[in-house]
């Protein structure tokens, strides 16, 4: 790559090494198993991300407690069987010198009714009717500390399988994000108020995790910086207080959702949003950012505006190899793709269904 993507990038405190800078996206595809068992479509597509260049993998949203389901295909990382399909996956990626990371998520206030057979849990409770027809369920003092034990086990099973560590999905108004917004978030325990009260549960877990896997293995958390689409209540200076504590609390990364990473801040005109992030971090924390990269320049001007590691999502999507062929200086495939294209990546009809929602992805 004639890109700064190339540089080797080394997370300090675990001393682990990733190859280049550029990250395969968390990516939900759709195509696990019943019950949540990844299954051998994911594992061909993730082979060819490996195989495709990328220096670390973060495999999709993954499953950490019943009741926090969004995707009747969603992965699990709830028991052993689940464990050794993502010991495929970390033997796979080690194949290609990549890392291999996966995102531990809970839907919240997200989680559809209708794949847990109960109303979504959350912070606070919300009355039933509108976006959320069976309302929404206030988390008691006990069922949050059995999630921050459930987020825990993910990753000490995600450790067994021989992963290289865990993103902590806190962004896209999934439950950690519901804790963190003060809108969604009404508490007046010790889980809700301040915000270091509101990042207490994010900052409970990494210590859990801590205190059962060496210190090499990687802990990310991903963040939305501000509001967005129907989501109410998330503010970026919020959002950098959050970071600094999560900083403090023995975080390896910290991994900005930004939609579209060259946009300017909503609440601050005028200023490059990622500019704002990275200057208010101010190198204490390593930085990825995800949104809108479409090929290795514009990896190589998020570098140039603070970030250090460059997540490729939709781009991903048609072109697993999308690290070589930049490398080589040949074209991508420009979204929106095939479907017999998307086929031939290993995905599955399943997939093809679940990418048909999403705008400007599929012809
Ligand atoms: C099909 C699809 C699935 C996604 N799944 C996840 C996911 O599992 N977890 C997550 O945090 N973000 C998910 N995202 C968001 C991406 O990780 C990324 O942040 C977003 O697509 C913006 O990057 P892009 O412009 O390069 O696509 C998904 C996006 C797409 C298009």
């Given at each position: 790559?004639?890109?700064?993507?190339?540089?080797?990038?080394?997370?300090?405190?675990?001393?682990?090494?990733?190859?280049?800078?550029?990250?395969?996206?968390?990516?939900?595809?759709?195509?696990?198993?019943?019950?949540?068992?990844?299954?051998?479509?994911?594992?061909?597509?993730?082979?060819?991300?490996?195989?495709?260049?990328?220096?670390?993998?973060?495999?999709?949203?993954?499953?950490v407690a019943d009741g926090g389901?969004?995707?009747?295909?969603?992965?699990?990382?709830?028991?052993?069987?689940?464990?050794?399909?993502?010991?495929?996956?970390?033997?796979?990626?080690?194949?290609?010198?990549?890392?291999?990371?996966?995102?531990?998520?809970h839907?919240g206030?997200?989680a559809?009714?209708?794949?847990?057979?109960r109303s979504p849990v959350g912070p606070s409770a919300?009355?039933?009717?509108?976006?959320?027809?069976?309302?929404v369920e206030a988390l008691t003092d006990e069922g949050i500390e059995a999630m921050i034990a459930a987020f825990?086990?993910?990753?000490?099973?995600?450790?067994?399988?021989?992963?290289?560590?865990?993103?902590?999905?806190?962004?896209?108004?999934?439950l950690?994000?519901n804790f963190?917004?003060?809108?969604?978030n009404?508490r007046?325990d010790k889980w809700g108020?301040?915000?270091?009260?509101?990042?207490?549960i994010?900052?409970e877990?990494?210590?859990?995790?801590?205190?059962?896997?060496?210190?090499?293995?990687?802990?990310?958390?991903?963040?939305?910086?501000?509001?967005?689409?129907?989501?109410?209540?998330?503010?970026?200076?919020?959002?950098?207080?959050?970071?600094?504590?999560?900083?403090?609390?023995?975080?390896?990364?910290?991994?900005?959702?930004?939609?579209?990473?060259?946009?300017?801040?909503?609440?601050?005109?005028?200023?490059?949003?990622?500019?704002?992030?990275?200057?208010?971090?101010?190198?204490?924390?390593?930085?990825?950012?995800?949104?809108?990269?479409?090929?290795?320049?514009?990896?190589?001007?998020?570098?140039?505006?603070?970030?250090?590691?460059?997540?490729?999502?939709?781009?991903?999507?048609?072109?697993?190899?999308?690290?070589?062929?930049?490398?080589?200086?040949?074209?991508?495939?420009?979204?929106?793709?095939?479907?017999?294209?998307?086929?031939?990546?290993?995905?599955?009809?399943?997939?093809?269904?679940?990418?048909?929602?999403?705008?400007?992805?599929?012809?």
């Amino acid at each position: 790559m004639q890109s700064s993507l190339s540089q080797p990038w080394l997370f300090p405190d675990a001393g682990i090494r990733a190859k280049n800078r550029a990250v395969l996206a968390p990516l939900t595809h759709n195509m696990s198993l019943e019950g949540g068992l990844v299954s051998d479509n994911e594992l061909i597509w993730l082979e060819k991300a490996a195989a495709g260049g990328f220096g670390t993998l973060i495999a999709a949203a993954t499953l950490v407690a019943d009741g926090g389901r969004c995707w009747p295909g969603q992965p699990a990382l709830l028991n052993e069987q689940h464990q050794a399909r993502f010991a495929e996956f970390a033997r796979i990626a080690a194949g290609h010198g990549a890392l291999a990371l996966v995102q531990l998520h809970h839907g919240g206030v997200r989680a559809i009714p209708g794949l847990n057979g109960r109303s979504p849990v959350g912070p606070s409770a919300i009355p039933a009717g509108g976006r959320y027809p069976l309302g929404v369920e206030a988390l008691t003092d006990e069922g949050i500390e059995a999630m921050i034990a459930a987020f825990a086990d993910a990753a000490v099973r995600a450790y067994g399988a021989g992963l290289h560590g865990v993103e902590l999905h806190a962004a896209h108004h999934f439950l950690l994000c519901n804790f963190l917004n003060p809108e969604v978030n009404q508490r007046s325990d010790k889980w809700g108020g301040s915000a270091a009260n509101r990042a207490r549960i994010l900052l409970e877990i990494i210590g859990a995790i801590r205190a059962r896997v060496p210190r090499s293995f990687l802990i990310g958390v991903r963040l939305s910086p501000e509001s967005y689409a129907n989501v109410q209540g998330i503010k970026l200076m919020n959002q950098l207080e959050i970071t600094r504590l999560l900083a403090a609390g023995g975080l390896d990364y910290v991994h900005f959702s930004m939609g579209d990473s060259f946009k300017q801040a909503d609440e601050f005109v005028g200023e490059s949003l990622l500019a704002l992030i990275a200057s208010q971090l101010g190198g204490k924390l390593p930085l990825m950012v995800a949104g809108k990269v479409q090929n290795a320049r514009d990896g190589d001007a998020l570098l140039g505006l603070g970030a250090d590691l460059v997540a490729v999502g939709s781009a991903a999507i048609g072109n697993p190899d999308w690290v070589k062929r930049q490398s080589a200086g040949q074209q991508l495939i420009p979204a929106p793709f095939s479907e017999q294209w998307l086929l031939e990546q290993g995905f599955n009809e399943r997939a093809l269904d679940y990418f048909r929602t999403v705008p400007g992805l599929l012809l």
